[in-house]
């Protein structure tokens, strides 16, 4: 059965002692009974990956990492391997998320490569994907999404899907305060489930989380959450706030 998640990606803030604080108001905040049945994740910059570790090693918070590399080591000045997350502890990656493709030139064939170094790390994935404004006006959002999805990801087996899940992130709407709608989100959360469907089977489809990133906030996180395709988020923004981040969980 598919978990219903919330995850922060803290993008680039919060130095250690500005992490630490922020990490030790969640904690604070987050009562067992609250987050029963529901995973939380929180990625902080590389540099805090160990901190965050280690401070939360006895709570329900769990540490992913924002990128690494698909090489094994090199000469990759300013990179970070699969085994260096993975030795610190870290067992989630995100990959792909939107800024990824936009400001570093990440393309569908390079996430494909490192999809294949995180599942060989024993690494889950937060896959990101989604359109932008242009390809929503022109109509194309389901064909571009449907392409994202086949040209890093189905040339895994559906076994390999359960260290997997998805974030749709329409690009117009991160960071920009414009958030799809619950059921533009809802919308295309059941697209891609089909989409799943089609390539594998259905019961694979249904056990695989699909999380809405896009301007979630405390105001609008449970009408988005209450749509049945819609299994929890991928926060920016308000992830850094520990009340809106708090509120957000408990609107799942």
């Not at 936009?102 to 999809?115: D, H, I, P, R, Y």
């Not at 959360?189 to 390539?199: D, P, S």
């Not at 990133?213 to 991928?234: M, R, T, W």
Request: net charge neutral; hydrophobic share 40%.
């Amino acid at each position: 059965m598919r978990k219903n998640i919330v995850a922060g990606n803290w993008k680039m803030n919060k130095n250690l002692t500005e992490a630490k604080e922020l990490i030790k108001e969640i904690k604070k905040g987050l009562k067992k009974e609250k987050v029963k049945g529901k995973r939380v994740i929180i990625a902080p910059s590389f540099v805090n990956l160990n901190s965050a570790v280690k401070k939360t090693k006895k709570s329900v918070i769990e540490v992913a990492a924002q990128n690494m590399h698909e090489a094994k080591n090199g000469a990759f000045t300013g990179e970070v391997s699969a085994n260096m997350l993975t030795d610190l502890g870290v067992k989630t990656v995100i990959l792909g998320h939107s800024e990824r493709r936009s400001f570093f030139g990440e393309t569908n064939q390079m996430l494909a490569q490192k999809v294949d170094a995180a599942l060989a790390n024993n690494l889950e994935i937060i896959f990101c994907f989604g359109e932008q404004l242009e390809d929503r006006k022109g109509g194309k959002h389901f064909d571009v999404v449907e392409t994202q999805l086949k040209e890093s990801l189905f040339h895994l087996l559906k076994e390999n899907f359960t260290n997997i899940i998805l974030a749709y992130e329409p690009v117009w709407a991160i960071g920009t305060g414009e958030t799809a709608t619950p059921e533009q989100a809802q919308e295309m959360h059941a697209f891609i489930r089909e989409v799943l469907v089609k390539e594998y089977t259905k019961e694979m489809a249904e056990e695989v989380s699909i999380l809405y990133g896009g301007s979630v906030k405390p105001d609008n996180a449970k009408e988005i959450f209450s749509k049945q395709d819609v299994d929890g988020g991928l926060i920016g923004g308000a992830s850094l706030k520990s009340a809106d981040f708090l509120a957000i969980i408990d609107a799942i």
